[in-house]
């Protein structure tokens, strides 16, 4: 059989492969993610200083970079996902400034809490927290693993280290709905460390998962 026959019999038994906007990807995993947040939140109900904590510009500045962190990170692990996609400057002068963000926050949030009466009375959290946040994390990365992995990555360990972030950025926000940590080194050791660890590790499991 020659070339010209043997592409023509491929092409004619292929099926056509429908066409997923990079949009449309996104607002799949935005309805996941913020789906599942909200499911497990009602399970275990708001924390009960809520509404008192979002008094706090410190709080809130920490729920919008978690919202932002996951929403930037769920961005690069789509568009990485498309070869005309997959570099964007724009992002990672985004991720820098929510890692900056994120700093200045811990900072300040350690100096604060440091000899506090809510942090000195509060029990101490521990792993207990991290697996909360592996709980809230597990329903978007297992989503993102199997949305992603039928697309054509050209850079599959930035792929796995993103889905990794978004999924740890929105477990931490989802923990922070639910519990009363208020001692800034418990977030900084349990929370946010952790959640750069762990997408460290996503770089190198992303080179296995999402390779084609």
């Known amino acids: ?22 949009m449309r990807i996104c ?5 996941v993610v913020f789906g599942s947040l909200a499911l497990i939140t009602c399970a275990h109900g708001l924390r009960a ?15 919008f970079l978690n919202v932002a962190l ?7 692990a789509t568009l990485s996902s498309y ?28 100096l604060s809490s440091h000899g506090s009466a809510a942090s000195m009375h509060e029990a101490p959290h521990g792993v207990e927290c991290l697996l909360c946040i592996l709980s809230f994390a597990a329903i978007p990365a297992a989503w993102m693993a199997w949305r992603l992995r039928k697309l054509a990555s050209t850079i599959p360990a930035i792929v796995g280290g993103a889905v990794v972030m978004m999924s740890m950025a929105a477990g931490c926000l989802g923990v922070r709905l639910i519990e009363t ?7 900084f050791m349990w929370h946010y460390l ?19």
Do not use: H
């Open 70 to 76: 996951l929403m930037r990170a769920g961005c690069a």
């Open 181 to 187: 940590e208020t001692s800034g080194a418990g977030l």
């Open 27 to 31: 607002a799949e995993w935005l309805v």
């Open 1 to 22: 059989m020659n070339t010209d026959n043997l592409i023509a019999e491929l092409s004619g038994k292929a099926a056509p492969v429908k066409y997923l906007s990079p």
């Open 49 to 63: 200083d809520f509404a008192d904590r979002m008094r706090e510009p410190a709080f809130i500045l920490e729920l």
């Open 83 to 110: 070869p005309d996609r997959a570099r964007i400057p724009a992002l990672n002068n985004l991720l820098l400034t929510l890692f900056a963000g994120y700093s200045l926050l811990m900072f300040y949030q350690i």
């Open 194 to 212: 952790p959640l750069v660890l762990f997408s460290l590790l996503g770089l190198v499991a992303g080179k296995k998962i999402f390779r084609w």
